[in-house]
């Protein structure tokens, strides 16, 4: 009896130390260090819910959903909390399983109507049903529940709550999937109601929601609405980023898009050049992204029959979109060679070649390291070549060696 006793003084402490670092290490989020000793506890009680709470944690804070989901599918049978069915319909999500997400969420909800004394609390649920209806191109539920969420709020809340906006956006975001511009342009309007009455008029956010307003009504065509929102937003966006930020040259870029759609190419032209201007600033010369801003340019200036102007710029993005092809060609030759396939890495060399050799297109070091790579392909294939033609030693037949 002694025995058992002193036994358990010296082991009982210990797991108590055990299991109280696991908790101390999660609650600090020391995942490397918490996780063998909660793997540990988990396989010693592997119905514990605490333990596979927290392993879930776990999984999901390092990323790892594939190994979260069937520690999940453990959880919610044994503790079928809103928390865990909520992450158990996140993770199934996030691995692309659509159809039981959307069961999960359902049931979530369920339970949080239920458990919950006002309806609001449900919302952000209701957001993520409808994003995962909208995977699944069930629009007409997905718009329904982005509604419900809407009404409940407006009508708890107030029509002028911040949160809103949020609603709005996620049902607006419903009708762009669809193609529904007009609903969608009115859902966004509502988004920039609320945000002006909570933010005020010139807050980045409300900046973003006109833009998206800008882009709804330009695809019905309802031009002069779509280019106020976009000047709005432009106003904001300068008085609180500056005039030489990206943010304002998508923007300006935005204006000189919408200018020109609408055939006013005259006024689209400094739009574009703006954009030009601060893209170049912000990427520097040479980039890749920028040569469709000197298409935009190039075509509009064509259009109002600028045509040194045009072709200086077409040869601007010609020259950028050739220094991206060279430098592509030569990493797919490098993929060849890579697999000792020489025959299929000579065509990407030679026509990297090509590209850098052409006037404008001067990239010396790149130029030297494609020549050199490409003189020893041409020497491997002349080795395998003479290889191939070299006669073959006659052979003695064994009936001649006999005679």
């Known amino acids: 009896m002694r025995i058992r006793l002193l036994a358990l003084m010296l082991t009982g402490p210990m797991l108590w130390s055990q299991t109280s670092t696991w908790q101390t290490l999660v609650a600090e989020k020391k995942w490397a260090a918490a996780e063998p000793l909660l793997l540990q506890a988990v396989n010693a009680a592997p119905q514990s819910v605490p333990e596979l709470e927290a392993l879930t944690q776990l999984y999901r804070s390092t990323g790892r959903l594939a190994q979260a989901d069937p520690i999940l599918d453990r959880l919610v049978p044994l503790a079928p909390t809103v928390a865990n069915v909520e992450a158990a319909a996140r993770v199934k999500a996030g691995l692309g399983q659509l159809e039981r997400a959307e069961q999960l969420f359902e049931r979530a909800l369920e339970l949080r109507l239920d458990v919950d004394a006002t309806p609001v609390a449900a919302i952000p649920t209701r957001r993520q049903l409808a994003q995962v209806l909208v995977a699944q191109k069930k629009f007409g539920r997905a718009a329904q529940e982005a509604l419900i969420a809407v009404s409940v709020r407006t009508r708890l809340l107030g029509a002028e709550h911040p949160d809103l906006a949020g609603d709005y956006a996620v049902l607006a975001r419903i009708y762009q999937v669809q193609n529904v511009w007009q609903e969608a342009a009115k859902a966004w309007e509502d988004v920039v109601r609320v945000q002006s009455a909570a933010y005020g008029s010139e807050d980045l956010r409300v900046a973003e929601s006109l833009e998206n307003l800008g882009l709804c009504y330009g695809e019905f065509r309802q031009i002069p609405s779509a280019e106020d929102a976009f000047r709005r937003a432009l106003a904001i966006r300068q008085v609180n980023l500056g005039g030489m930020h990206p943010d304002v040259a998508d923007t300006t870029d935005a204006l000189g898009k919408l200018m020109y759609s609408a055939g006013r190419y005259a006024e689209a032209e400094p739009f574009f050049e703006r954009?030009?201007?601060?893209?170049?600033?912000?990427?520097?010369?040479?980039?890749?992204?920028?040569?469709?801003?000197?298409?935009?340019?190039?075509?509009?200036?064509?259009?109002?029959?600028?045509?040194?102007?045009?072709?200086?710029?077409?040869?601007?993005?010609?020259?950028?979109?050739d220094a991206d092809a060279a430098l592509n060609l030569h990493h797919l030759a490098l993929v060849e060679v890579a697999q000792e396939n020489a025959v299929a890495a000579e065509p990407p060399y030679r026509r990297a070649l090509e590209i850098l050799q052409l006037p404008g297109n001067e990239n010396p070091s790149l130029l030297k390291t494609v020549q050199d790579e490409f003189e020893g392909i041409q020497q491997e294939l002349k080795k395998s070549q003479i290889t191939k033609q070299a006669p073959r030693a006659k052979r003695t037949p064994v009936a001649a060696k006999q005679k």
């Open 275 to 321: 954009s030009l201007e601060i893209f170049l600033a912000y990427l520097g010369p040479g980039n890749t992204l920028l040569a469709r801003n000197f298409d935009n340019l190039a075509v509009t200036e064509a259009a109002v029959e600028k045509w040194t102007e045009s072709e200086g710029h077409y040869r601007e993005a010609l020259k950028i979109r």
